[in-house]
């Protein structure tokens, strides 16, 4: 089992930034990517950055180069850096914690953590 834990959610104005942090815990040997998704009211949960554990990332076209992933893996961390943010970027966000141990995956949550940007 892998507890997870966001924080650093909240209220900004357009154009603002915020981080979100995540920690992990508990069976955290075998967590291979980690990554944040949201999911804005009426719409489908979407990926929106990752990074492995090599430290390779990706994002979906709606963040890119307005928001950067990172990892310590040490502390079994993922941050979330949100720049130029936009009242479209309003959700919850919610870090993810994908587990492959002994060739089987395992996808763990956070409770989620709210971003609201004001236009």
């Known amino acids: 089992q892998v507890q997870v834990l966001e924080s650093g959610g909240g209220l900004v104005q357009a154009g603002g930034s915020l981080r979100l942090s995540c920690a992990a815990s508990?069976?955290?040997?075998?967590?291979?990517?980690m990554g944040w998704y949201r999911q804005a009211p009426g719409q489908q949960r979407e990926l929106i950055a990752a990074?492995?554990?090599?430290?390779?990332?990706a994002y979906a076209d709606s963040v890119k180069g307005r928001f950067t992933i990172s990892r310590d893996i040490a502390k079994n961390t993922v941050n979330l850096q949100m720049n130029s943010l936009k009242p479209e970027d309003t959700a919850v966000y919610y870090c993810n914690v994908h587990v492959v141990l002994f060739g089987q995956s395992s996808d763990y949550w956070g409770l989620g953590t709210q971003v609201t940007v004001s236009s």
């Open positions: 990074i492995t554990r090599d430290g390779s990332t």
């Open positions: 508990g069976n955290i040997f075998s967590i291979n990517t």
